[in-house]
C-alpha cells in the first residue's frame, strides 16, 4: 500500500477535518515525540503528557503545515521546546548536572560514554540546520530507510545518504565542542540509533482524542468559513438581514430588562418610603416619650434632694475634738495647699521625713515611690550624659579662680525625654498613692524638678532642668565636702546661679571627671561645721 506523505494527510485534516488523516499523523509520528520529551524529562508519565500537548499544538496549527512535505522536524522542535517549557531552568540545571556525574561513573565503570550523551543529544541535533535535523529524524528516529528519506526530502538515495553522513559529522563536531570525544560518524550514528524509545501502548490513542479535542475549534471554524464562502447570493442575503436582526432583537430585549427592572426598583422606592414615614411616627412617639421620662426623674431628683436637705438638717453634725496626746491633728486639705511642703531631702532625690508623715506613707509605699524617683533620676542623667561634653573655661567661667582649678561641662537640652520621663514618674506614683495623695505629692516636688513643659525656673534645690546649661565646679580644698559650682543657660542674656552641692550628690556623670578633686576632699577628714551646707550665691529665680 503507499503511504500518504505528512502533507496529504495535513491537508486532509485541516481542509476536511479528516479525524482518519488525523490519525495517521499521530501514528506514523508518536514514538519520535514521546521519545524526545522522555529523554527531555526523563519521566514517562510527564513524557507522555508532553507527547499530548504537542500533538494538540499539531492540530491547532495544522493549517499553516498544510505546505510541509514531512512534520518529523517540526515535532521534534515542538516536542523539545514543550520539554522545556515544563522543566524549570533551575532543575534543568540540576539534572545536567546529575547528568553529568553519572557520566563520569559511567566512565570509571567501564560503561559505554555514549549513554552519557543522550541528554545532550536533542540539543545537538536543535544546532543543525533544518535539512540536517530532518534528515537524521528521519533516518535514526522515526527508522526510515534511505530511499523514504530521500522520497520525504525530495531527493534521491544516494543524495539521502550524503546529506546524513554529512550531518553526522556536525552532529559530532557538536559534541566534540563540549569537551565530548566522539567518533567521526559511527559514533553519533550509534547515539541515535539507541536513542529511539517505543512509544507506550495506547499513547497513540490518546494523543489523538487530546489533537482532536483541542483542535476541533480551529478546525470548525475554518469548515464554517468554507461552507460561507459557497453560499448563494440569496442565502447571503438572508443570512446578512438575520445578522443585521440579532442587535436589534437583543436592543429590544435589554430595553424590555431595563423596563421591568425600573419597575421593581420604582416599587421597592414606593414601598421604602412608606417605611420611612411609619418609622418616623414611631421616633416622634419615642421622643415625647422619652421628654416625659426627663420630665418625671427631674422632679424626682428635685424631690429627693429636698429630702436630703431636711434630713441633714436634722442630724447633729460630729464635733471634733484636739487630742493633746496624738502626735497627729486633723486640718482642712484647702490649708495644705497653703504651706510648703518638701518631698525631698536633697539632690539626690531621697524622700524627706516631712513627706512621709503629711502622706502617712507605709513603708511598703514609700519604697515603691522611692523606687519610681530613682528610675526618673537615672534615665534622667543617662539622656545627659549622651550629649554632654567638657569644655575648656573662658574668662567668664573663672569668677576668680585659676583655670586649672575651674572645670566646665555643657549639658545638652533634654527637655523632650524629660516630659516623657516625668509622665511615666507621676503616673506610677499615682498608681501606689492614688489620685489625692500624689496630687499633693507632686506639688511637694516643684522645688526639686519642673512640673510642667515650659517652666522656666531655677532653684538652687532643682536636680533637674527644662533647658541646656553651662556648669562649672571649682577645686575643693582638702578635707572640703561641699564644693562650689556655678550654672547659667545656654542661651545667652539668660539667667545664672551659684550654690555649693555636697559630694555624694554630685552626679555620677561628673564624677569620671573630677576624680582627682574627690580624692583631694577626702585626703583628710572633714572641716568642723563642713557638715552644713553653706550659703548659697548668685541669682535665683524665674528665667522670663
Request: aromatic share 6%; charged share 25%; proline share 4%.
Amino acid at each position: 500500500m503507499p503511504v500518504s506523505p505528512d502533507c496529504e494527510l495535513v491537508t486532509a485534516y485541516a481542509a476536511q477535518g479528516s479525524e482518519t488523516a488525523f490519525r495517521a499523523l499521530v501514528t506514523r509520528h508518536v514514538p519520535l515525540v514521546y521519545a524526545t520529551a522522555l529523554r527531555q524529562v526523563g519521566d514517562a508519565g510527564l513524557a507522555e503528557e508532553i507527547t499530548q500537548n504537542v500533538f494538540i499544538v499539531l492540530a491547532r496549527k495544522a493549517p499553516r503545515l498544510a505546505g510541509s512535505r514531512t512534520l518529523a522536524g517540526w515535532l521534534h522542535r515542538t516536542a523539545i521546546l514543550e520539554a522545556k517549557a515544563r522543566v524549570r531552568s533551575e532543575l534543568r540545571r540540576g539534572r545536567r548536572e546529575e547528568t553529568a556525574a553519572q557520566c563520569a561513573a559511567l566512565q570509571r565503570e567501564g560503561t559505554s560514554p555514549l549513554e552519557a550523551l543522550v541528554p545532550l543529544l536533542d540539543e545537538g541535533l536543535l544546532h543543525l540546520r533544518d535539512c540536517d535535523r530532518v534528515a537524521l529524524v528521519l533516518r535514526f528516529l522515526e527508522e526510515r530507510s534511505l530511499r523514504e528519506v530521500g522520497a520525504a526530502l525530495g531527493v534521491d538515495e544516494d543524495a539521502a545518504r550524503k546529506r546524513v553522513s554529512r550531518a553526522l559529522d556536525r552532529l559530532a563536531g557538536f559534541f566534540r565542542q563540549r569537551g565530548f570525544a566522539v567518533p567521526t560518524g559511527g559514533g553519533c550514528a550509534a547515539l541515535l540509533a539507541n536513542a529511539a524509545t517505543a512509544a507506550p501502548a495506547g499513547l497513540a490513542a490518546s494523543a489523538v482524542n487530546a489533537g482532536l479535542a483541542g483542535g476541533g475549534v480551529a478546525i470548525g471554524l475554518n469548515l464554517a468559513l468554507l461552507k460561507l464562502m459557497t453560499l448563494t447570493k440569496t442565502q447571503t442575503a438572508v443570512l446578512c438581514a438575520i445578522v443585521a436582526a440579532a442587535p436589534l432583537t437583543w436592543q429590544w430585549h435589554s430595553n424590555a430588562r431595563a423596563t421591568r427592572r425600573q419597575a421593581e426598583l420604582s416599587a421597592q422606592i414606593a414601598a421604602g418610603q412608606r417605611s420611612a414615614i411609619e418609622l418616623e411616627a414611631q421616633l416622634q412617639r419615642m421622643q415625647e416619650a422619652l421628654l416625659r421620662a426627663q420630665s418625671d426623674r427631674s422632679n424626682s431628683v428635685a424631690r429627693l434632694a429636698a429630702l436630703n436637705a431636711q434630713r441633714e438638717a436634722r442630724l447633729q453634725r460630729p464635733v471634733y475634738r484636739w487630742d493633746d496626746h496624738s502626735p497627729l491633728v486633723r486640718v482642712s486639705k484647702k490649708f495644705l495647699d497653703q504651706i510648703r511642703i518638701v518631698a525631698t531631702s536633697n539632690r539626690r532625690g531621697q524622700l524627706s521625713e516631712q513627706i512621709k508623715e503629711v502622706l502617712q506613707l507605709t513603708d511598703p509605699e514609700a519604697e515603691e515611690v522611692q523606687s519610681a524617683i530613682d528610675c526618673f533620676l537615672s534615665d534622667y542623667h543617662t539622656a545627659q550624659a549622651q550629649g554632654m561634653r567638657r569644655v575648656e573655661p573662658t574668662d567668664k567661667d573663672l569668677s576668680g579662680h585659676k583655670p586649672e582649678e575651674t572645670r566646665v561641662f555643657e549639658v545638652p537640652d533634654v527637655s523632650q525625654q524629660l516630659g516623657e520621663l516625668r509622665r511615666t514618674l507621676f503616673g506610677e506614683v499615682q498608681a501606689a498613692l492614688g489620685p489625692e495623695r500624689s496630687q499633693l505629692f507632686r506639688r511637694a516636688l516643684q522645688h526639686w524638678m519642673p512640673l510642667e513643659d515650659d517652666y522656666s525656673g531655677m532653684d538652687t534645690g532643682m536636680a533637674v532642668h527644662n533647658f541646656g546649661y553651662r556648669i562649672r565646679f571649682y577645686q575643693p580644698k582638702p578635707g572640703e565636702r561641699w564644693w562650689s559650682w556655678n550654672l547659667s543657660q545656654t542661651e545667652p542674656n539668660q539667667g545664672a546661679m551659684g550654690a555649693s552641692i555636697a559630694l555624694e550628690d554630685i552626679p555620677e556623670m561628673y564624677r569620671a571627671h573630677l576624680q582627682d578633686w574627690i580624692a583631694l576632699a577626702l585626703s583628710k577628714p572633714s572641716k568642723d561645721g563642713d557638715a552644713q551646707q553653706p550659703a548659697t550665691s548668685g541669682s535665683v529665680g524665674e528665667l522670663k
